[in-house]
């Protein structure tokens, strides 16, 4: 039962360098997230998904991107990577057929060091 | 807007004994759900209940329970007979229906037992 999974797990970037962190959920959810995470601090919702195809952003957007081929896959594109990107970047998952009871399940995080 | 306020930063309790960790919420949406989540050192968010705007009865699992005051806006979570274990970051959040599923986050309040 693999859950949510994030890849990879760490990874240092230079300024300027693009990535694409990986997030696959098996649960057959239809919302998707990202957050970042940074020292000391909450999370804050970069993107979200509610199905395939359909993306939009959330509080802290600037310098990502997304996209939903699938149902099963949420990819984030970091592009021309700035030191203020460096964080936890966390990719959850939930169903939601009545609304707002269910919980999100979160992926184990991937820890962004960009140098 | 959408609001979730955790005011304390950092609370310390004696092994066994009970907790209560505030968080408090704003939101004009009638239809709502409030979420509390652990953070352990190793990072990994982990759910522990939920409640919702329309629940009469407060939540409860196992030793985790939420005090929930509709009219004050507040969701404070209690950890009865607190473990070594329990120890770990704590994150009060929010699901609002009228935002398309989006999730608020508190800033966290780091909790440590004390043998």
């Known amino acids: 039962n693999a859950g949510v999974t994030q890849t990879p797990k760490f990874r240092i970037l230079k300024i300027g360098q693009s990535m694409t962190l990986q997030c696959t959920q098996d649960m057959n959810h239809n919302y998707m997230y990202w957050y970042r995470q940074d020292p000391g601090m909450g999370l804050k919702l970069i993107y979200y998904?509610?199905?395939?195809?359909?993306?939009d952003k959330g509080e802290v957007p600037n310098g990502y991107n997304v996209s939903r081929s699938t149902t099963e896959d949420f990819p984030l594109r970091l592009e021309l990577a700035a030191p203020s990107q460096t964080s936890v970047y966390f990719c959850?998952?939930?169903?939601?057929?009545?609304?707002?009871?269910?919980?999100?399940?979160f992926g184990p995080g991937t820890r962004l060091t960009v140098l | 807007a959408q609001k979730i306020t955790q005011t304390q930063p950092g609370m310390f309790v004696q092994e066994k004994e009970a907790v209560t960790l505030d968080c408090t919420y704003d939101?004009?949406?009638?239809?709502?759900?409030l979420f509390w989540y652990k953070q352990p050192s190793s990072g990994e968010m982990i759910f522990l209940i939920y409640q919702g705007s329309y629940d009469q009865q407060n939540a409860t699992e196992g030793r985790y329970s939420l005090n929930f005051q509709k009219a004050r806006k507040s969701a404070n979570l209690v950890i009865s007979a607190s473990q070594l274990g329990d120890s770990a970051m704590y994150f009060c959040?929010?699901?609002?229906?009228?935002?398309?599923?989006?999730?608020?986050f508190g800033t966290g309040t780091s909790l440590t037992v004390i043998p």
């Open positions: 939101t004009s949406d009638p239809s709502y759900g």
């Open positions: 998904s509610v199905g395939a195809g359909i993306t």
């Open positions: 959850a998952s939930s169903y939601s057929k009545t609304f707002n009871t269910d919980t999100q399940y």
């Open positions: 959040a929010m699901r609002v229906q009228g935002t398309g599923n989006q999730f608020y």
